[in-house]
């Protein structure tokens, strides 16, 4: 190996910095996200409750209306009851009344459980809203926070980005040309350590694939300054032990 090999070893220490800045920022901004996320999901469920909240109110109108119909069923009844003229007549209208009552009475008990729907409905909307106030609270905490947090990694990833590019330079654009098309497809990390495979000393491994590397691609290694890539998986591989 030799400086270009070194320095692309340099490159992928400093490469591993970036990505790890980055990924410090996309998470600090996700953070605002879940928060966010949150609220809405809360807003949706106050939403779907008034709506359930609608549905039970109309089906509470119209049971209340069944109701007043029958009331004046009954008011009519109770009338004729009293100016029924034969026994046969008033045992037929008293039975009448008494079913209409009973009807009327199990409406009644229905139009009941559906108010305490309602209250409970209520009450549950309210206690959204009070989760709501809260997590836009936190949500402002969070936002400030990430806010400052962001600026400090941006700033970190400028100063990272300089150290690559500097070093970059110094690097044939060749080589910067792999190192960049190997990162993108094995997340940034381009350059891997050849390892000696356990309890043999002739016999390596690719360490970032860990198949094979021939003895004989080790050896160009330890000779020249040339890039060989696993053939495996492509990635650029370097000796060990080497400015660790
Ligand atoms: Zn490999």
Known sequence: MGPVLNRLIELQKVENCLRDARAQLAR????????????????NAIEAKKEEIQLTKVQCNRLE???KTKDDETTKLRAALNASKTNKEYAAL????NT????NSKVETQVLDLMKDIEADEAECNGLREKIDKQKQKLEDTRTKAEQEAKNHEAAIEKIQKEWNELAKTIPSKAINIFKRVAETYDGQAVVIVEEQEGKTTAYSCGGC?????????????TRDDIIRCPNCTRI?????VQE
């Open 237 to 241: 591989i370097v000796l060990g032990n």
């Open 210 to 222: 860990f198949m094979n590397i021939a003895a004989e691609l080790v050896n160009v290694l330890m």
């Open 65 to 67: 209306l069944d109701l």
């Open 28 to 43: 600090c901004r996700r953070s605002v996200i879940v928060e966010e996320n949150l609220i809405r999901s809360l807003q």
């Open 94 to 97: 008293l039975t009448q009344l």
């Open 100 to 103: 209409t009552r009973a009807d």
